[in-house]
């Protein structure tokens, strides 16, 4: 049984996307090391804000970021075979549109927290 996703290139990437959510966990690390060192003091923090500017950190979160996109990619391909079918007008939502509204999800999320953040400065 050793190895047996390596005999067949459906497994193959099956296993590079589960993969990817070592990315996602190491991602929540970073950000929980940063709310702690927060709540540690202003010193504590601008140290974590000093780490996240060093050229290995800037490296480390581009590679995160690839990763993170293959998973998003990959969760937002299996969500119409995961969820209910969807009847709108008397005719099933395609699969194709499924995975169009959670990237416009996505992407109205993401405008709005820019904005937010934006807004804050």
């Given at each position: 049984?050793?190895?047996w996703w390596?005999?067949?290139p459906?497994?193959m990437?099956?296993m590079?996307?589960?993969?990817t959510?070592?990315?996602?966990?190491?991602?929540a690390v970073?950000?929980?090391?940063g709310v702690?060192r927060?709540?540690q003091g202003?010193?504590?923090?601008n140290?974590?804000?000093a780490a996240?500017?060093?050229?290995?950190s800037i490296?480390?979160?581009a590679?995160?970021?690839?990763?993170?996109?293959?998973?998003?990619?990959?969760?937002?391909e299996?969500?119409?075979?995961t969820?209910?079918?969807?009847?709108?007008?008397?005719r099933?939502l395609?699969?194709?549109?499924?995975?169009?509204?959670?990237?416009?999800a996505?992407?109205?999320?993401s405008?709005?927290l820019?904005?937010?953040?934006?807004?804050?400065?």
């Open positions: 049984m050793a190895g390596k005999r067949d459906f497994f990437r099956y590079a996307r589960e993969l959510a070592f990315a996602v966990g190491a991602y970073i950000l929980c090391v702690l927060l709540a202003e010193a504590a923090w140290g974590w804000l996240l500017r060093s050229p290995l490296v480390l979160h590679v995160l970021l690839f990763a993170m996109a293959v998973h998003a990619k990959s969760w937002f299996i969500m119409p075979k969820m209910p079918m969807i009847h709108v007008g008397g099933r395609g699969a194709q549109t499924i995975t169009r509204a959670g990237w416009a996505t992407l109205i999320a405008l709005v820019i904005a937010l953040v934006w807004g804050w400065r």
